[in-house]
């Protein structure tokens, strides 16, 4: 249990980073790494334990302990979902500090894609690092059924961003997961993506018009996937 909650902690920390990178690209990213985390309403200087986690923000009532600016529970839902996604994640094998690569980018892209529905193409370079190290440990075996996967996955890609239903971007991301997992995985994950756009578009009420982030439910369906993988192994 202790394993399971650390490892939920490390992940609420992990995202709260990827949440605080989002935030300083946005606004001040000339000071991305030197800086200290700040009030955005106040710009006082936060005390570390201002910046623990989930527990800051229960503790805090969400809102700025200096300026007492009501905190948005975005950023704790951000951190609980970042949580989810490490909680199985076993750091005593390699395998998992190149997933946790790919989780801690794929939310930044998701964030970048929920709020502007673009992400710079320079956030895919480090998983794509991640992914070379992971196939130079544990080589991807190709067959015919991989390509049988594959090859239908990459024509309707094709055919939806000609018609601008989907972006390069969302084409970029299947292949990274493709090379992280498996065609056929990649598959599973892109349709479970689907699933969960079409239960969660309605409780939305987007217009018809509006474009829906798409890069935020392939991270979900991403985690879900993973987690079950792992979950069947544990059991």
């Not at 106040?42 to 989930?54: A, G, M, N, V, Y």
């Not at 839902?77 to 998992?96: C, M, R, T």
């Not at 689907?194 to 982030?213: D, E, N, R």
Request: glycine share 4%.
């Amino acid at each position: 249990m202790i394993y399971y909650l650390s490892n939920f902690f490390i992940g609420a920390c992990v995202a709260s980073h990827a949440n605080l990178v989002f935030n300083r690209l946005q606004i001040d990213n000339y000071q991305l790494i030197l800086s200290r985390s700040y009030c955005f309403a106040c710009k006082k200087q936060l005390r570390f334990w201002d910046t623990l986690p989930i527990i800051s923000y229960l503790y805090l009532r969400g809102k700025c302990h200096y300026c007492q600016t009501k905190i948005s529970a975005e950023h704790l839902l951000i951190e609980l979902i970042g949580g989810f996604s490490f909680v199985l994640l076993d750091f005593s094998k390699i395998n998992s500090y190149f997933l946790a690569i790919l989780l801690f980018f794929l939310l930044i892209i998701s964030l970048f894609d929920y709020f502007e529905q673009e992400f710079p193409i320079y956030l895919l370079f480090c998983p794509l690092l991640a992914l070379i190290g992971k196939r130079l440990l544990f080589p991807l075996k190709l067959d015919s059924l991989s390509l049988l996967n594959f090859l239908p996955m990459i024509i309707a890609f094709g055919l939806m961003i000609k018609k601008e239903k989907l972006g390069e971007g969302d084409l970029l991301i299947y292949l990274l997961l493709v090379g992280f997992f498996s065609a056929q995985s990649a598959n599973l994950i892109m349709l479970l993506a689907c699933i969960l756009c079409l239960v969660v578009f309605p409780i939305t009420k987007k217009k018809s018009h509006q474009a829906l982030p798409f890069v935020p439910y392939i991270y979900a369906a991403t985690i879900l996937f993973n987690n079950y993988q792992l979950f069947q192994i544990i059991n």
